[in-house]
């Protein structure tokens, strides 16, 4: 298990004052190897689904309404992407009260695989599905693809979720700071 992205269970200075806090680490011991629960990662795959989604429709509307091309249109969603995705992991790791380096790490430690496939398979999709690419944003054929893409995203990405919480990777390391 890694540790050095974090401070042991026993040193939790910031916990001070939660009662039943032993209860709830008790309850998140497989996170660090064996088995990870299917909607343990289901709910990962949603988080990181979830700042994909908004930084990859903000690119795409910057880009259409910047009246870029394809390719610079899709780098800047997936940049978006990747960086929602990471602000949502550090606005709970940073309520939890951890630094910004120490956040920071915990980010990238959680999301960079997750989000990786996730942008991979769901801009792979998009490539695939055809006329996807020069649909507008009020054309339903660009919603329509986009959907599927994510929906395929998300199925793919859950067992990779799994697979990294089951050994104490990915979220099983967001999931130590939850209150």
Known sequence: ???EAHETH???DHHTGHEGHEEHHAGHAD?????ASWSMAAKATLHCLT???IGEVLGMIIGTALGW???????LAIALAFFFGYALTLRGVLAAGL???SAVRVALAADTLSI???EIVDNGVLLLVPGAMDAHLDDALFWGALAFAFAVAFLVTTPV?????????GHAVVHRYHH
């Open 116 to 118: 990786l496939v996730m």
């Open 51 to 53: 700042g994909c989604a």
């Open 1 to 3: 298990m890694e540790h």
């Open 69 to 75: 091309g394809n390719a610079p249109t899709m780098v």
């Open 10 to 12: 026993e040193t939790h």
């Open 31 to 35: 996170h660090g190897g064996g088995t």
């Open 161 to 169: 979720n799994k697979w990294m919480i089951g050994r104490g990777k």
């Open 99 to 101: 630094d910004l380096r």
